[in-house]
């Protein structure tokens, strides 16, 4: 999730931000259904929606009940469009910005989705021991390649056999060298899903057999807060 630009001292990620709050309202049409969102300053694309996550929107395939994770929801485009996509599914969203996980809640209750929960908290904290068929994410890229690579390595153990882990990223945000990544360590294939606006959409899928084994270079787990597991909350 990185398409602007933001103060050092208050990136998108922060847990409480502090940027006044100037709500607007935006509409979109997906799968013949409109959509309604709110939105507001102190997030990750708070002026609409941004191409990066239209693209992963536009490419996300999944199942009528499939289990899915809107990793870093920001104000919910994803997993609200993947909850409509998956009536007889679950979707969970997550995200560390709390007024991000509001406005998830928010958008959630507006647009009528009953098979979701926002959930507030950093990286895979928010689901910890929970798998998933899908898991959707466009990362934030700008706090560094270790740490991304970190919640690459981590996704797998959070997918069903089979599951697939789904992620947008530009060029400049080094996208070509996360597929490279995913091609040589990932437990299944990789695949290029969509192009445009110099993103693509990657789509890596887990072992049929066993989603636990992980990337071949995966570092043990850290310990988690489990305290972050909780539904979003104003």
Same mark, same amino acid.
């Given at each position: 999730?990185?398409?602007? #630009? ?10 409480? #931000? ?10 979109? &049409? ?20 941004? #191409?990066?996550?239209?693209? &992963? ?38 995200? $560390? ?20 929960? /926002? ?7 928010? /689901? ?30 959070? &997918? ?29 294939? $990789? ?9 693509? /959409? &990657? ?32």
């Amino acid at each position: 999730m990185d398409d602007e #630009p933001r103060p050092v001292a208050e990136p998108y990620w922060a847990e409480r #931000p502090r940027s006044r709050s100037a709500p607007a309202e935006r509409r979109f &049409l997906y799968r013949g259904e409109l959509l309604t969102f709110v939105l507001d300053a102190g997030v990750f694309s708070g002026h609409g929606l941004d #191409p990066g996550t239209g693209l &992963l929107i536009e490419n996300l395939r999944v199942g009528e009940t499939d289990r899915i994770l809107d990793l870093g929801c920001g104000w919910g485009a994803v997993g609200v469009a993947a909850a409509k996509a998956a009536p007889r599914g679950h979707v969970v969203l997550t995200d $560390v910005n709390r007024r991000a996980a509001r406005l998830a809640l928010e958008n959630v209750r507006r647009n009528r989705v009953a098979n979701a929960d /926002v959930r507030v908290g950093a990286s895979f904290d928010p /689901v910890e021991g929970e798998r998933f068929d899908v898991i959707a994410t466009n990362p934030p890229y700008r706090i560094g390649r270790e740490r991304i690579l970190d919640l690459l390595r981590r996704a797998s153990g959070h &997918l069903n056999p089979g599951g697939r882990l789904v992620m947008v990223g530009k060029g400049s945000q080094g996208i070509r060298f996360y597929q490279e990544w995913l091609e040589r360590n990932w437990p299944g294939p $990789v695949e290029v899903l969509g192009r445009g606006s110099g993103y693509r /959409v &990657l789509e890596a899928r887990s072992s049929s057999s066993d989603a636990a084994a992980g990337p071949s270079d995966a570092s043990p787990p850290s310990s988690r807060s489990r305290a972050a597991r909780r539904s979003a909350m104003p």
